[in-house]
């Protein structure tokens, strides 16, 4: 039921073709369904030029080729994460087109254009460890229409290097820091600038990091102000935040 | 804006005093208001005969009483939990009728009828120090309509105190059995019996009861089949979702 | 030992073919043996058409063909959960009539008839990664005898896809949730409905999820009333919870 | 040191007054103090009219009203958090026109004119105990200049409520949302908009609450995306992130 | 009902003063009350000279005295664990002759000998903050007719206090250790003996003792065999299993 | 060194053919060496008839050779705990006569005569996958001279298969009892007896038994007395406490 | 029984006025008593000059007042830890010199000159409320010999302070970073000095703090090498570490 | 930009070749840069003789050769850590003369001599599971220019073994400590000695020992002072460490 739907009854109400009666048993069915407010839900990222998102992690070939069917109709953009090459080669036998990035274990198709941001987004990570889950923020900020700069290998266990680095840093509109073992990363950054940061732990460490959990609680617990925290190695999510917030 | 405003609507559109466009603005707005559905929220207790509930903890005795003065006006029952001895002296300010439950630290006031249910509810306890939880619940179902048998003091280390009561427990409809400290009192009951059980974990105990955590625990971990948990100390949802179940 | 048994001791007794004494010696072996209370345990599944359960993780083919085996000779209805394809296979050369639902991962095995509840049951889950969990608590609905209607994929996150689904909810007597990752769903459930809601929480997620404790915490410190909680990826507990409210 | 001392350096070198190995000596300490760079930490919130913020919480009155001495001395907006109504008294002793914003727990003291944005900010909230959080963080964000919607007592248990609300929701440019017990509500608000969610739990909720870590872990796992987390409580934490992006 | 009633109601229905269906009727419920194995219980304490015990924590002084002049009339030996001075002073009111083991936390009524032990048991502590948990276990222990000796301040930072009384430690027949912080000393003591090690986690420590949660996993992963341990702070239960032990 | 040299050295020193300097050199280092203390620990298992010990995981088949090699030398008894069929294939290849108990996961080599306790150890587990543990500690207490009955399946959910065995229960000395997932069955069986019960979690179960967490505290936070636990699935460790217990 | 004892003990025996047998049996108890070794321990401090520590918490004043009488009978130096004043004035009666760091919540009682280290320990802290447990690793470096250098309030959140102060940071022998909350300093202080680097977590924080482990786990997790960590808040512990390297 | 450049660029100013204006911005970027300060830590390591030093773990072994490549170029030592066999013929592909220390799981790559430390490093470790985390220690250690004594297999359950080796123990000038299970060792260990104790917890165990958390737990719990921790498995931190104590 949509509102094309809804002005034909009301149409037919007026003409008297539709009794009221009818009309309220239909209305009243109306929250449940999809009038407007559910609609948007629907197209927003078409609006947007936002892609559609697979997560492919649990999901059979078969299962993702058959969900990208479908939304390959709609001539949507599509962005399956989580996806190594087998992924994406079942892809590309549905769409000859679709791009692997590797390192971010992300398979774009591109169908429409997206609205480009000026501002651009800064990816920081520490450690090359934790560059796939970097990666993955920083082809989600692009494909959603953002330029990215990347600064990584930048722990705060050698300061200088992110310091060689403050030019491309303070001028960012958004950070994403990505950092494993104890996350320091985050709080320093932040400390820096006076611009939103994602922080996103990652699982990277052993011991006592608790695949991450270290990570985690170091960037919830910063003494350094202005900063949001994902789930542990959410780069997805940061990606996607960060380019709502860069709009 | 209810099913007669909508009526009225229609008919204004019907008769032309309304456009179709005016309309359908009007509608665009209705799934995030309350046709129907939400009403249905707003009533359900009053048809149920069931009570309004106040968690009194962590509010003031003005708090409570200025929200019992505004449910008192709908004539509806009420039900004040985790009630200590000054919450009830500030509702009978306002209720003069109001009833004290103090093992269950519960408040009641009661303005309409509550329909009977025909099957009892037992509510049974491990240890002398899980009955204000026990009580909780007991009188819950209470307030809901329900008749409740007590089996208090029968805990697993002196497993024939248990089957002294086998007969309460065999007749019983549904079961709310609350256990502190190891909480093994759920899975033996509900061996015992093939109707539901909702386990009740308390934070008796010390050490490694960790506050509750190890009765959680084990009836999460139940081997008996039939069990549904609600949290630490939760008599009142126990009591509640027995009283729903024993409808 | 049954009443049986125990009325013709007796009346051995009266007529003096068995002495006081060795009727004494007989009767202290019966609280630990199975008159009438522990009958009825052996007993109340076939009463109820209920099924014999096996849970097949951890159990090898050829054990759990020697349990079908035992189980057969009495003609009862079987159902084995976790039950991969091996397994199904495995009971299938015991019993040629087995039938295999593989998306719940259970075999079944029909001999008695079921009796019929006259109201549904709802199970509702989130995603699609928590439909293996939900379709094991529907299959054990359904083989207890239940009818189902499935909700599926209808995760907080798009709730209007929820609320296209209101009149299947809100007509069942009991509701069955399921979802991983936070859990939300059944808070949102429950406070669209005034029936008992069994959640599940299920192990779908990663990071900070800790393998289903993330929606398991949610689900325990539910704000909505009626909610009981079994544990992580328990379908068949839920189901059969579910079945047992619904008789 | 800073930009003028260095210009003076540089032409006293210039005209010979001071040598280049003297110069050296002195550039060599450089970037552990405090030019340019340091400097940008020191005045940004001066430029951006921020205030000073103190974190009352284990301050003694004293150690208070001698912070805020020295602040004041600057001309600077200020901002206590954490503060109850004794830290208000102490500093009005020194500043007569501090004003206490209770229900936040918040002195502020105006010097400068804050920039103001355009765009709203929507605080939203899930029950009457969550509102000391939620406040702190609209308040921060109004003293950071924006214009705040409050949407408060809107929990997933009653989500008609939360729809009441959908315009004030739709129409945000940021939204915090605070949530103690089961934390759903950022998923579920998360879901309506596409734009940035900043998500604080609340330590609201007993039991296996665990004093916030429930709703926490339900925030970092919500299965909608746009969301950053803060700590436990951490309203001002998070008023401050959602004022950085809506700048 | 006892043997007695049992050989009197076989006797009664030989004689026909009750008719095997009345018979019947009574037996039944056997199983649930309490012949033989039930009075063993009931009647186990009694014959072993073993105390009743009555856990004071969370009980008023009024519910413990009450108690105590219950247990007082059927002349048995009593102990109050987590026993205050106002305890002492309340039990005293209803029994003059009770006695205060201060240290210990317990009170002790003595009406009936205790069977001795041959055979000792050293009660071996780490640091002076454990003596209350030790004391509660040494006393447990003479209460119930055992010789004690105790071992205290030897913790495993300075062994050789340890190893001054080696000869004490290798000549008892059971072993109580008892420490907190990291709970090393089980796994010492149990190496130098080959008797059994009852050890006693205390929640003595600060920070990532996690209030004895570090001690008690440090015993639970001895390197050393013999060992089983009790929850934190229960010197009383170590004591009740290193009697039943010396028996 | 040993008594005998002690003795040599001091009749040395007395007819003067070692200097009191020299022997005073010698004696220093007498604490951290071996006289009669460390030789107890070095015999004491021999004197026992006790076996050696050793834990198979995490050691090649190689190593494990080597070191019954060297064992077999001495003449003693051999135990090999968490042996697969490989560890068992590897000892014969050394010892012929090695003996395999499969399900217990222990290899045997028996040299000397176990000196044989004339009182019973009975092993009780809960459910079949607890078996494996239950093995480990049954086959330990019969290596180390015990008779051992075993009452294996009679977990709490089905409580009068437990009382069918209440005999053998009630006359054994000592009490191993093994259960995974809520682990109440120790509880249960302390409730019973009034003799030691030892108590093994096993990791048996999934979702919210955290590998056996849930099975720990249960045991650890048992409301009946006379419990002691060892480490989740040390099997091992509780038949050698027993054993300890029994002689 | 010491060095003087064990000569004379030869020489009685070298002389025949004690015989071998005697000897012997005087010789045995040795290992478990205080030749050499254990002398060690109990004079190690009074070499050192180091003094002699008591640790206040959970300790009465009349408690600690007998320990101090004790120790300074050997003319010792003192050092009571988590003294708060009345603890002061309690040692203070015995000894008037006693000096008060009330900051560090120590009292010192100074007996004999302790050996000066000429190297400087540096004391580096993050926030102002981590200052007490900094001033306790402080105080007790300087108790202990060594000359401190105090870096406080250098949180990473503006690391330009903590660069200012870069000088006396790569100055020093030792280094002792004291940090709640994130705890990140820790690892950048470790990055810019090749120094050994003692690292306390303090519980300063709120929320998902958890009382100190999330900078626990930071500091274990540092990606920077040549971090030893203490307990939380144990600056006493961290102060003696650095000391002892610092000789 | 380093201080040759900064010399030049002065006297360009000073010859006026360079505008003061030019010269200010060129400085402006200083800090971020990498005069001094950042260059001590890029040559720290050559300075010292010390490895550079590559973690394997997560890394492919295309981009181990080409990370030592790189290095080689430098003419510096090099380590690279939790190497398997694998990553040694793949950097003996590279440098030929690699050594490959099978035990410690380290390749090492000598081109410059590296300082000899006069004193010694112990190197205790408990059981023979603990011998790779241990090693690892021992060949870090030696590696960077210590004389390491091993005393391994010294664990708390035969304490006699571990004071055989008493003399090593105590002329040690540095000593790190690795243990599993209980972790009990370290305290015992620096209770012998006044020298600092690096501890490393290690994962070896099972069931309540979770990976380590147990032993790690112990440490920092330890009553015996002047012990600092690393993380679980650490041994190459702890050998870094206290290669850094004994220089």
Do not use: W
């Not at 009854?9 to 009243?28: C, E, M, R, T, Y």
């Not at 559609?52 to 599509?78: A, F, P, W």
């Not at 274990?105 to 651009?120: G, H, M, P, Q």
């Not at 611009?195 to 919830?220: D, E, H, K, Q, W």
């Amino acid at each position: 039921m949509d509102m094309e739907y809804l002005r034909e009854l009301l149409n037919n109400v007026k003409n008297g073709s539709v009794s009221v009666d009818d009309a309220l048993k239909d209305l009243k069915k109306l929250p449940f369904e999809d009038i407007g407010f559910a609609k948007i839900d629907h197209h927003r990222n078409i609006r947007n030029g936002f892609p559609e998102v697979i997560y492919s992690e649990g999901k059979t070939i078969e299962q993702i080729k058959e969900i990208v069917k479908k939304l390959i109709e709609k001539n949507n953009n599509i962005m399956a994460t989580r996806a190594d090459k087998k992924v994406y080669e079942g892809i590309k036998e549905i769409v000859g087109d679709a791009v692997y990035y590797e390192a971010a274990r992300i398979v774009v198709v591109k169908r429409r254009e997206i609205l480009k941001s000026k501002k651009t987004i800064a990816v920081v990570s520490a450690g090359t460890s934790d560059i796939p889950v970097a990666e993955e923020a920083a082809v989600t900020c692009e494909v959603m229409g953002n330029v990215v700069e990347r600064v990584y290998d930048v722990g705060v266990a050698g300061i200088h290097r992110l310091f060689a680095k403050s030019d491309v840093i303070m001028k960012a509109n958004v950070l994403v820091v990505v950092a494993g073992m104890e996350g320091a990363l985050a709080s320093v950054v932040s400390g820096l600038v006076d611009r939103p940061v994602i922080a996103v732990p990652t699982s990277v460490g052993y011991g006592a990091s608790f695949r991450g959990l270290s990570a985690l609680l170091t960037m919830l617990n910063s003494c350094a102000t202005g900063i949001g925290v994902v789930n542990i190695d959410n780069g997805f999510g940061a990606g996607y935040l960060a380019a709502l917030i860069n709009r």
